[in-house]
């Protein structure tokens, strides 16, 4: 009775393996594949007239608009401050104290926040 439960145990094992080997075998898409799928894509000119005006009136809208939001961001930079070292400060009397004349350094214009000129686009929608 062991020997037959270990023979049909056996050849089941033996058909599952079998039947996985057999199975067909279906490789992915190859990057040859793909490269011949990309070059099927293919941008065409306009035809006509009207087609190119339209293709250009998307193109002018793109731009207004994009035009429009780097307008709309603030865009700041830090100047810093304007010092002058080297600048002879003269002789006084300070809470009772002489300070002599000595070298030091002077701020002329202080740091700043500037906004920096938008991205320059040329002119577009000037007609409108």
């Known amino acids: 009775m062991y020997k037959k439960l ?5 050849t089941t094992a033996i ?8 199975s067909k075998y279906e490789p992915r898409e190859s990057i040859v594949d793909e490269a011949k799928a990309a070059e099927k894509e293919k941008i065409v ?3 006509t007239v009207l087609e190119r005006q339209a293709y ?8 207004i608009d994009m035009k429009g939001k ?6 700041f930079t830090w100047e810093a401050p304007i010092i002058q070292c080297g600048v002879e400060i003269p002789g006084r009397v300070i ?5 002599p004349t000595h070298e030091e350094c002077v701020q002329i214009a202080p740091g700043r926040w500037i906004e920096e ?12």
Do not use: H, S, W
């Open 56 to 63: 250009e009136k998307g193109v002018q809208d793109v731009l």
């Open 95 to 99: 809470n009772g104290m002489m300070v």
């Open 15 to 22: 058909t599952i393996l079998l039947a996985g080997c057999a």
């Open 70 to 75: 780097m307008r709309a961001r603030d865009r």
């Open 6 to 10: 270990r023979n049909t145990a056996l």
């Open 117 to 128: 000129a938008p991205t320059f686009l040329p002119a577009l929608g000037a007609n409108e």
């Open 45 to 47: 000119a306009p035809q």
